[in-house]
């Protein structure tokens, strides 16, 4: 096991193989939605359900305007989830 980030980006990883139909599909922090065929509006929505499923996350609408832009990364993606699971892992009554 790496990093817990790194430990991320596998498990994104693996989701968004499944999603694309693609085994051989490598992502880094620096991909982007252009980057990877077939990554259109439906595409992103059955990404995201699928990654809320895998990382038992939920995200905010402001989480997914964030996500939107020519600019936003993978990496961009790898840190909304990061603050998801560490929220889930705070200690009842903490607050992130």
Excluded: C, Y
Aim: proline content about 3%.
């Amino acid at each position: 096991m790496g990093t817990p980030r790194e430990d991320i980006q596998l498990e994104l990883q693996a989701v968004i193989r499944a999603v694309f139909d693609n085994d051989e599909l490598v992502i880094s922090d620096a991909t982007k939605a252009t980057d990877v065929d077939g990554w259109d509006s439906m595409a992103h929505v059955n990404l995201i359900i699928a990654i809320e499923k895998r990382f038992g996350i939920r995200f905010s609408g402001a989480d997914l305007a964030s996500m939107r832009g020519s600019g936003r990364t993978i990496g961009h993606l790898i840190d909304l989830i990061a603050a998801k699971t560490e929220r889930l892992d705070a200690p009842p009554g903490a607050s992130n």
